[in-house]
């Protein structure tokens, strides 16, 4: 009989321990929840969204180089100036083998399509920031 008053006080000890640890571990859990909240909510400054399209631009300078050596390879840089929204820019493009770069037949005065990207402010309408990105 006295293992089993033993065994009842042991079993006792053990379930005071396991309530003592999980009332501290919630007390932890909730002392963390509470200092990742933030009472004010945080505005946010509004950012700029992008938005493409595609233009007409004239080609004002073509670098093109071409050489063998066990295979083709091929480099142009374009040079393209659109006068609708005063940009220039000058795209690099390389291919090698059997394939020539896209735009490879572009001479001085052609006109192409390029990708025009816009940054506006949605709230305004203010355009933030623009670029010809890539020549189509």
């Not at 929840?33 to 992008?50: A, F, K, T, Y």
């Not at 091929?74 to 291919?95: A, P, Q, R």
């Not at 090698?96 to 037949?105: E, K, L, N």
Request: charged content about 25%; glycine content about 6%; hydrophobic content about 40%.
């Amino acid at each position: 009989m006295v293992w089993h008053i033993v065994l009842q006080k042991f079993i006792e000890r053990r379930n005071s321990m396991i309530k003592r640890y999980v009332c501290i571990l919630l007390g932890v859990l909730i002392v963390f929840s509470l200092v990742g909240c933030d009472l004010e909510p945080v505005e946010r400054p509004e950012q700029p969204h992008l938005y493409w399209k595609d233009i007409n631009v004239v080609v004002t300078d073509v670098n093109k180089k071409h050489w063998f050596a066990t295979t083709h390879h091929y480099i142009i840089e374009i040079t393209v100036k659109s006068e609708e929204y005063g940009l220039e820019k000058t795209i690099t493009s390389e291919g090698g083998g059997m394939f020539a770069p896209q735009h490879w037949g572009v001479e001085k005065g052609d006109i192409i399509t390029a990708q025009l990207y816009s940054w506006v402010m949605d709230s305004t309408g203010e355009v933030v920031r623009r670029d010809i990105h890539a020549l189509k």
